[in-house]
């Protein structure tokens, strides 16, 4: 449920008192002159104007204008509410769903929400959907949670157009369509969220909702690794070292494979390990580096003299400057400036920075 009370602009949007393009209530409420707006507002309630009850409620609650006083916004919010005023009835079934002002009552909640949502708040068709698809107030129901998902969707809210994506393609509260699920995804995903990207990717990969189709898979994926998807970026990885979608490139296999170990992705380190048992220097590199510093992996200071050593001995520069490194400071092996002196020397002539600045040292 969401955890907040309809903002006082947004409860005010749209609602003229009489005919005039603009009046004094709406402008002190843009301008935030609550006090103003305050002073306006009471005597409309007093006189029974719901509208006016809803957002004078508001002000109560906030303490906007005047002293906040919960007791006294519920009771503006009740009488609104009993005259079809769609934000006060959202705010008393937030209240209810919270236990703030009122005895936590999940029924209570229900009822108020799903008020409002009939009312055609998009909000309140996403919180009672989601009271619909946990049991949580009211009995549990796929089919009444997707109907109101569906209404929160049709209206433009991202989460609830996932929402009904993903019940499109478990099958909950309708017959599974995978067809569906990816027009609903995609509406998502063109918002921008993060998880839609990435199952559009997955659908165009198996083929589920549309043709199969690698390249498309590989777009969406990125799309989504780019914003820091973890399991996109694993993904990402294995597109890229297996040549599906994209050409095989081991180099930014292994950067996708590091971000999402990064991310702490429990396969990404296993496919670091099996790059570096290929022989391919960069990826022995970084499970030193892994090894060496306790990154998703007990600090094994030997594993990685081993690991370094391997790179080193392949003519890696990383794996030349580190191997060395090792020797200066003494970590795993005998303390050997001559020994690292070399390395350094080595990983220098391939322009290595740090190789450089360590021998001027």
């Known amino acids: 449920m969401v955890q907040r009370l309809l903002l006082i602009a947004a409860m005010a949007a749209g609602y003229a008192w009489g005919q005039a393009a603009s009046n004094p209530i709406q402008d002190a409420l843009q301008k935030k002159d609550y006090a103003t707006a305050f002073k306006l507002l009471k005597p409309l309630a007093d006189q029974g104007d719901g509208q006016a009850q809803s957002i004078l409620g508001g002000l109560y609650a906030d303490g906007l204008g005047t002293k906040a006083n919960l007791p006294e916004a519920i009771a503006l919010w009740k009488k609104a509410a009993a005259q079809n005023v769609v934000p006060a009835q959202y705010n008393l079934g937030i209240l209810y769903g919270s236990g703030k002002g009122v005895k936590r009552d999940y029924a209570e909640a229900a009822k108020w929400i799903r008020m409002a949502a009939d009312g055609g708040l ?18 549990r129901d796929y089919g009444k949670a997707l109907e109101y998902y569906k209404k ?72 989504a690794a780019d914003k820091g ?28 494979f590091k971000k999402a170990n990064a991310a702490k992705f429990p396969e990404a380190l296993n496919a670091i390990r099996a790059m570096g048992e290929e022989k391919y220097p960069p990826a022995q590199v970084e499970m030193g580096l892994a090894y060496e510093n306790g990154r998703g992996v007990p600090k094994l200071i030997t594993e990685a003299v081993s690991w ?14 580190n191997y060395g490194r090792l020797y200066a400071e003494g970590k795993g092996v005998v303390q050997n400036d001559t020994e690292a002196r070399s390395w350094f020397e080595k990983a220098a002539k391939q322009g290595h920075a740090q190789a450089k600045a360590r021998l001027k040292q």
Do not use: C
């Open 152 to 223: 929160a969707a049709n209206a433009g809210m991202v989460e609830a157009q996932y929402s009904v994506a993903s019940m499109y393609a478990s099958g909950q509260g309708t017959k599974q369509d995978y067809s569906e699920a990816m027009n609903w995804y995609r509406k998502a995903a063109d918002a921008g969220m993060v998880e839609a990207q990435f199952n559009i990717g997955a659908m165009y990969f198996s083929g589920q909702g549309a043709a199969k189709d690698p390249v498309q898979a590989f777009v969406w994926t990125k799309k």
């Open 122 to 139: 998009p909000d309140a068709a996403a919180d009672v959907a989601a009271m619909y698809h946990k049991g949580q107030g009211v009995p």
């Open 308 to 321: 370094y050593r391997e790179a080193a001995l392949s003519g890696n520069a990383a794996g030349q400057y």
């Open 229 to 256: 998807h973890p399991q996109a970026a694993m993904n990402l990885g294995l597109m890229y070292i297996n040549g599906m979608g994209v050409m095989k490139d081991k180099a930014q296999a292994l950067e996708w």
